[in-house]
């Protein structure tokens, strides 16, 4: 079941479609911001929150602008932002980075509007929607419950200290979820992340799953783990 919300994701001056949402069952008392990858839109995200969805938690899942992305030879397609390249070694597109990670600081604050604490609100998101997600839980000054990062690296990462963030989520509880087969995404980035990861944050808090025989993309007992995760983190307060 998806509907829409009042609030859009902008940026570049343009607008993209209004996020998929999967409504609460009963009052919404938490919620989690699902970003999809490059390409996608996150309606598909959204059926698949459903099926894992627990009664008092709002799943919202936005859509990227269309862009022409570099690695891509410039097609346009839905994209939080440019990639121009897949090694650890690529430029990386820092102003398009920083201006998406603005976005869904934005979209946290309107459901903090909303009447949900940011602390009761999960980040969530595969491949590139992923990346901007961790960058974001690491930038901003607005206290998260957790982040699922699946089949994702972690953008910009020369910019963060060597030791701990000061931020207020060193404490953020992350689950990183990677195909041992992934091709456009290789394990091996999965796994360098959670080690930057663990000198930025509580490396207590820093769990990374592996699944043997995926690929990049989901599968159902990654899905199990997510919605443990999320009802561990995000249980009812009612």
């Known amino acids: 079941m998806c509907g829409q919300s009042s609030w859009c994701m902008c940026h570049n001056n343009m ?3 209004l996020p998929a949402i999967v409504p ?15 390409g996608d839109t996150g309606h598909g995200w959204a059926e698949d929150l459903a099926g894992i969805r627990s009664a008092h938690i709002k799943y919202i899942c936005p859509h990227a602008l269309v862009m022409p992305v570099t ?3 410039d097609v346009a397609m839905p994209s939080w932002f440019d990639i121009i390249g897949l090694s650890p070694d690529s430029h990386e597109d820092e102003t398009g980075i ?13 459901e903090v509007k909303n ?3 940011s602390n009761r609100i999960i980040l969530g998101e595969f491949s590139q929607g992923g990346a901007l997600s961790l960058y974001t839980s690491l930038t901003t000054q607005q206290k998260l419950a957790g982040v699922t990062a699946l ?19 060193r404490d953020i509880s992350i689950l990183q979820c ?6 456009l995404v290789p394990l091996m980035f999965g796994s360098l992340t959670a080690e930057r990861l663990k000198t930025l944050v509580n490396l207590a808090n820093v769990t990374l799953k592996t699944y043997g025989g995926m690929i990049h993309s989901s599968c159902q007992q990654e899905m199990m783990d997510i919605k443990q995760f999320i009802d561990e983190l ?5």
């Open 15 to 17: 607008s993209a479609p």
């Open 24 to 38: 609460a069952i009963r009052k919404a008392t938490a919620a989690v911001i699902f970003l999809h990858g490059l």
């Open 71 to 73: 690695l891509n030879m």
């Open 98 to 110: 920083k201006q998406a990670a603005e976005s869904v600081k934005a979209l946290i604050g309107q």
């Open 115 to 117: 009447g949900i604490p």
């Open 151 to 169: 089949s994702c690296w972690l953008p910009l990462w020369a910019s963060f200290p060597r030791g701990p963030i000061s931020g207020v989520n």
């Open 178 to 183: 990677h195909g041992v087969l992934d091709p």
């Open 234 to 238: 995000l249980t009812p307060v009612d």
